[in-house]
């Protein structure tokens, strides 16, 4: 069995964990003390664990030194990324000082720009300046990993020596480092930060026996050995926050927020919803079935195509026999590279903004003293129904009346006891009419009606009806008894239009006036 194929299996299973981890490092925005050190120290790994993998499976001399140069760009600057986060957890600085950076930086450079000197391809005899790392190389087979395994064992120079030696410092420090933290630190990271200074002398253990022997091994362990050690670095320092702090509070943010949120796939699926969408929706949904944003429209049906044409809707549900209003919102979900993978559905509550806004429009729609329309929305809603019965040939009617001698009435009761009549009489004609017909107070004492469904004889009918029944109600204030008549005057016609909505409120402004001058309590219609 060839041991140097598992060795290689296993080296780039590592170096897959680890790239894993140098992406979610660096394109991660929490703000945990060393994380993006710990990133860089996972590229580090990543680069000597690749390079070597690619090492061992190389079956020429010069494919082999090309990729152990490829090694070392990351090799001399793992120790001193170990001793960086320890630096960083120790002083608790979120930016380490260049003057405490570059110093420490020189050994790794010189020992980087050592290997690089080295010859890149077999047949060259090195100068002196090419052996400062390695002084040679030999090519051989070793039967105890396989049959066929070769490799190249190369004898150590004066630089390698001093990288290891320098390595040994940083590996103590950061130990001693990891130890004062590990003195001041609650209990909760107590036991990983004692992982964390074992390791640390486990790796100048480690680096003691690289000075026994003057050739390097045939198999090498150590990139197996610091990828383990920065994975030990990972869970004892963010463990707790990425595994439990963040986790739960997200959860629980997302659990228990007290208005609708839910999670949905990129074809618009539901894979979760918080506990107050599940209330809300609780006699109309069942989110144990697979549900769509679609599945929503039997609710409300406008609700899947508003959002779909604009990421907006506005929707109403009735919860606990109130009725409740919501702006939804459904907002793409996006990786950092705009990749879309999903969507956010939410529900903001608009309910006490909605209200304002009816009653803002029920102020500027109806009368402040009789709660009937104005003017201006009278002329909207009754052009616009005017509009319809031309077009389908239908009948329609308007009625114009006014309160005869109305003056009299504040001036002998007082105004107070005028706009008491006036209110009192649009809740009696009120009472009278149908929904559809359309009532409003023109001005002052003058008001009109357009009856979509009635013809103006019909209309003429009902107008004597209102007559009759203003003429014989008393109305009481202040312990007064008050009678007042009102003069109508009806236009309209039964389906052929030929004249202008405004003609036909003058013409009904003209029975009016007819009206009054027949000795006023009367009905009037112009044909």
């Not at 299973?13 to 140098?22: F, P, Q």
């Not at 595994?243 to 894979?271: C, E, H, V, W």
Request: proline share 2%.
């Amino acid at each position: 069995m060839r041991y140097d194929f598992l060795m290689v299996a296993l080296l780039f299973v590592v170096g897959a964990i680890l790239l894993v981890l140098v992406i979610f490092s660096l394109t991660r925005r929490e703000l945990m003390l060393g994380f993006i050190l710990l990133g860089l120290l996972a590229l580090a790994n990543c680069i000597f664990l690749f390079g070597y993998g690619a090492f061992i499976l190389s079956d020429s001399e010069t494919a082999m030194l090309k990729f152990n140069h490829i090694q070392y760009l990351a090799i001399p600057f793992i120790y001193v990324l170990w001793y960086f986060i320890s630096l960083q957890q120790r002083t608790r600085i979120r930016m380490l000082p260049a003057n405490k950076i570059w110093l420490f930086l020189i050994i790794p450079v010189l020992a980087v720009a050592a290997n690089m000197l080295y010859p890149w391809k077999s047949g060259v005899d090195p100068s002196w300046v090419q052996k400062l790392y390695f002084v040679s190389n030999e090519i051989i087979s070793d039967t105890n990993f396989g049959a066929g395994f070769t490799t190249l064992i190369f004898v150590k120079g004066p630089m390698y020596y001093i990288l290891m030696f320098f390595n040994m410092i940083m590996a103590l420090l950061a130990a001693s480092n990891y130890f004062l933290v590990y003195r001041k630190s609650d209990a909760l990271y107590k036991r990983n930060l004692l992982a964390l200074v074992i390791a640390s002398l486990l790796f100048f253990v480690i680096l003691i026996m690289t000075f026994i022997n003057t050739h390097t091994a045939s198999i090498d362990t150590s990139p197996l050995v610091t990828a383990t050690f920065a994975l030990l670095a990972l869970f004892a320092l963010y463990k707790y926050e990425f595994f439990d702090l963040m986790p739960f509070a997200y959860r629980q943010l997302f659990q228990g927020a007290n208005y609708p949120i839910a999670i949905l796939d990129k074809s618009k699926t539901f894979i979760s919803a918080n506990n107050s969408m599940k209330e809300m929706y609780n006699e109309k949904m069942d989110f144990r079935e697979i549900l769509t944003l679609k599945d929503f429209n039997k609710v409300d049906e406008t609700f899947f195509s508003d959002l779909e044409k604009n990421n907006e809707h506005e929707t109403s549900i009735e919860i606990k026999s109130e009725i409740k209003y919501y702006s939804v919102r459904l907002d793409s979900l996006n990786r950092h590279n705009d990749k879309h993978i999903g969507y956010l559905l939410r529900f903001i509550d608009i309910t006490e903004h909605k209200r304002e806004m009816i009653q803002m429009e029920k102020i500027a729609a109806y009368d402040d003293l009789t709660k009937i329309l104005n003017r201006r929305v009278f002329y909207l809603k009754a052009s616009e129904a005017f509009d319809e019965a031309v077009v389908n040939k239908k009948g329609f009617s308007f009625i114009m009346f006014d309160l005869d001698e109305f003056k009299d009435v504040n001036d002998i009761y007082g105004h107070q006891a005028g706009d008491h009549i006036l209110t009192e009489m649009a809740r009696l004609f009120t009472e009278k009419l149908d929904e559809a017909d359309i009532f409003a107070r023109y001005g002052g004492e003058e008001f009109i009606i357009y009856c979509p469904k009635q013809s103006p004889d019909e209309a003429f009918v009902l107008a004597g009806t209102l007559r009759s029944v203003l003429e014989n109600n008393v109305f009481n204030f202040n312990k007064h008894k008050i009678k007042i008549t009102a003069s109508f005057g009806v236009s309209g016609s039964n389906r052929l239009v030929q004249k202008s909505f405004e003609h036909y409120i003058k013409d009904s402004d003209d029975g009016l006036y007819r009206a009054k001058n027949k000795g006023k309590n009367n009905v009037v219609i112009v044909r």
